[in-house]
């Protein structure tokens, strides 16, 4: 029994080494713990920013499918869509590529592609196969991560070249975003947007001006809107001008450069230009200085409406600007004041400067040596009166004594005033002839012709007459006997002498049936009488029609009861 004890003592105890190191076993997953955050790591290095973008709509995007393009290539794509916290836009989140934080800028555009109907056409048919998808315009400025998307495709793309200006107009009129913008007729640009103004009464237009055009627009640049169609009926008749169909469904702007011998501005970064309602007005605005003068009417101004033109010799120099009614309790009269603002840049001086050739003084000398003004009318088929100055030296200068603040030009009636008097001071002379006495001594004077014509004596007259022709035939028979070549010519003379007598009797016959006291003539003489009568009637009727209402020669007769 101790034996094997001791045996089992004597055994040595087993040696087991201890490994140092990471066993082999390990390295399997730490090869794809090294792999996995390898990919990791390139996946968030590969991948880009994430951005939001707000539109008013969702339509067309869907997250995970559309795509966020720049010329042509993909470098976004929509992770979700939701709504904002107060639900007044939608949030699209979008996951960019790498290297795009270039395009991720402060002015920087997003819009949705989709297929497009409108009056500028048709736009975005290829998304009607591949779908919509978002468009990005890379702009400047601070580096952004929140956006505000467009909600229609901008007009001028970043990269075009030229150059935008800033107009201001009283009014925006049929103007909006896409509306071209002319030179000469030809496409120079487009119109970007409007806003008002912080005067709350102004609007200001955005335009942008492409090359080669931009080089035209200077600091005299004019600029008016061709919108529409504009139809005028004015003294000078109907005018309609059109600059294109394009600008009576979208609007335009059309704009010129003058040319000037004085130093213009090049430097148009902030300038804001003026928009004209229209090329009379940048015509207008050409002549700065303006003088005004009162003219004093008496009769009708019906027809002479405000911006009225004033003309001398057929050409324009000027304007009606006021129209008014005033009343004169001392004497109860009426009078007609018309304001006109004459502009005396449109004529041209020839010789002569300083204080004497001044506007004025010239106009002062050309009323003493008779400038007169007075309306005139400038369109039968509209009725619209104008005024016009002429020498007429021969006139009395008619000023009014008024206590008013502006120089006074004599006037003189109109040419349709001037005829209607005439008529009527002609009517007032003939109203004083009695033609009742004139018509009762010519019909005393038709029935003694009528009594001679058919007294007895004419009648035994003629008949002794025919019996002389009778006695001289017998004789000139008895002569023919004796002398053959005197008959011959005696008979011939007779029978002249016969037939001469006998177109005597046949005249007076004629002439005895004619003044008959029941013959026809007699009856329309007395008739025509009567007519003529009921005519001059007739004429002083319509005397006093035409001057209490001259437009009827014209429009007709005014129908009781109607307003004018």
Excluded: C
């Amino acid at each position: 029994m101790n034996q094997p004890e001791s045996t089992a003592a004597n055994i040595p105890a087993p040696h087991v080494p201890k490994r140092s190191g990471i066993s082999l076993v390990w390295i399997v997953p730490i090869v794809v713990a090294a792999v996995g955050g390898w990919l990791i790591f390139k996946t968030l290095a590969e991948k880009g920013p994430l951005i939001t973008i707000a539109f008013k709509t969702a339509a067309g995007i869907e997250a995970g499918k559309t795509k966020i393009r720049y010329k042509d290539m993909d470098i976004g794509l929509v992770d979700s869509v939701r709504f904002s916290d107060d639900f007044s836009h939608v949030l699209i989140s979008a996951q960019m590529a790498n290297e795009t934080e270039l395009f991720l800028r402060r002015e920087t555009r997003f819009w949705v592609v989709k297929p497009r109907l409108g009056l500028r056409g048709v736009s975005g048919l290829s998304t009607l196969i591949s779908g919509a998808f978002i468009e990005i315009e890379p702009g400047g400025g601070a580096e952004q991560r929140h956006f505000e998307g467009l909600e229609a495709p901008p007009v001028v793309k970043a990269e075009e070249s030229g150059r935008r200006v800033t107009m201001v107009s009283a009014e925006l009129g049929s103007i909006g975003s896409g509306a071209p913008m002319y030179y000469r007729g030809s496409l120079a640009g487009e119109v970007l947007g409007h806003e008002l103004g912080s005067d709350g009464k102004s609007v200001l237009v955005y335009g942008f001006i492409k090359a080669p055009f931009d080089k035209l627009v200077r600091g005299n640049t004019r600029f008016w809107n061709v919108s529409g169609v504009d139809v005028e009926v004015s003294s000078e008749g109907i005018s309609v001008r059109t600059e294109s169909i394009q600008s009576v469904l979208l609007g335009g702007i059309a704009f010129e450069t003058p040319e000037s011998i004085q130093p213009v501005d090049t430097d148009l970064d902030e300038v804001v230009f003026t928009l004209h309602s229209d090329k009379d007005s940048v015509e207008e605005n050409v002549f700065t200085q303006r003088l005004r003068f009162v003219l004093f009417f008496d009769g009708s101004v019906r027809g002479l409406n405000i911006d009225a033109p004033v003309e001398f010799k057929g050409i324009k120099v000027g304007k009606v600007v006021d129209v008014r009614l005033e009343f004169d309790s001392r004497d109860t009269t009426f009078r007609i004041p018309v304001m006109i603002e004459i502009e005396p840049e449109r004529v041209i001086p020839r010789g002569g400067t300083g204080e004497d050739s001044s506007p004025l003084k010239l106009l002062s000398t050309l009323v003493d040596r008779g400038l007169r003004a007075r309306l005139q009318t400038g369109s039968l088929l509209t009725g619209q009166l104008f005024v016009e100055l002429d020498m007429h030296p021969d006139t009395p200068i008619r000023l009014v004594n008024a206590e008013i603040p502006y120089p006074q030009l004599p006037t003189i009636p109109a040419s349709l005033a001037e005829i209607t008097n005439s008529v009527k001071r002609f009517l007032v002379k003939l109203d004083g002839v009695d033609l009742k006495e004139i018509s009762n001594e010519l019909l005393a004077t038709l029935k003694g012709t009528n009594q001679l014509v058919n007294s007895q004596e004419l009648t035994m007259a003629i008949v002794d007459a025919q019996a002389a022709v009778g006695s001289l035939r017998s004789i000139l028979s008895s002569v023919e006997q004796r002398a053959e070549p005197i008959s011959e010519n005696i008979v011939q003379a007779s029978a002249a002498g016969h037939e001469a007598l006998a177109k005597v009797q046949t005249t007076l016959d004629l002439l005895n049936n004619v003044l008959r006291s029941d013959s026809p003539l007699q009856y329309r003489a007395i008739q025509m009488t009567d007519e003529l009568t009921e005519t001059l009637r007739s004429i002083r009727i319509f005397v006093d029609l035409l001057e209490r209402n001259p437009e009827s020669v014209i429009f007709g007769k005014p129908v009781p009861g109607a307003k004018k």
